[in-house]
């Protein structure tokens, strides 16, 4: 874990201050939102949906390994509800029926799954959305485990209700829509989930 660690806080220590753009399955999404309540960014990075998640007034964690990620962070979030810490979540996941909505973009850890799950508060909401395997460019990660197969994600949160799933694959015109990602909003019912596999 450390040398993901090193990994991760090289690449930010080295990049700029600008996050970027929020993932397109929450920015696509926002309408779904609770009017407030507890938020989690996992391996948030720079923080573009944390920020945007404390921007429409929900209290937010940002988690990330990478301590330079964070450190950038917390200058921008300046003045929002925003909680950036430093976390390895594969050492430390969240806590059981602690969020109303968790988001993970690109990034991708089956074995965290369950505790995604288990980790929402009744009626919470997963926004999830990372590479996978089928894929029309180059972008995202060269090691295939880190990357989806057809249909999986749908597969990593059987005790949640779907509400909203994309994945495009290669048919049609490539050049456009939602290509090289699935994207998935589940939501936890009846404050019971399934996680067994």
């Known amino acids: ?29 926002l309408h779904l939102l609770p009017p407030r309540g507890y938020a989690l ?11 945007l998640l404390a921007r429409l007034g929900l209290e937010t964690c940002a988690w990330d390994i990478a301590a330079s990620a964070i450190d950038k962070l917390r200058l921008l979030a300046a003045g929002l509800p925003l909680q950036a810490e430093v976390r390895d979540v594969t050492r430390e996941p969240p ?10 973009s690109r990034f991708l850890d089956r074995a965290l799954a369950p505790s995604l799950a288990e980790s929402l508060k009744p009626n919470g909401l997963l926004f999830y959305q990372t590479f996978t395997r089928t894929c029309v460019g180059d972008s995202g990660p060269r090691n295939s485990e880190y990357r989806l197969a057809d249909g999986e994600l749908l597969q990593l949160f059987p005790g949640l209700k779907l509400r909203v799933y ?29 996680v067994s596999l």
């Open 1 to 29: 874990m450390q040398r993901d660690a090193d990994k991760w806080n090289g690449r930010y220590r080295d990049g700029g201050m600008i996050p970027g753009e929020a993932a397109e399955v929450l920015r696509e999404n």
């Open 166 to 194: 994309r994945e495009e694959g290669t048919i049609g015109d490539i050049s456009r829509g939602l290509r090289n990602q699935a994207m998935l909003v589940a939501q936890r019912q009846d404050g019971i989930v399934d």
């Open 41 to 51: 960014d996992l391996a948030c990075g720079l923080g573009a949906n944390a920020l």
């Open 95 to 104: 806590e059981p029926h602690r969020f109303d909505v968790i988001v993970v």
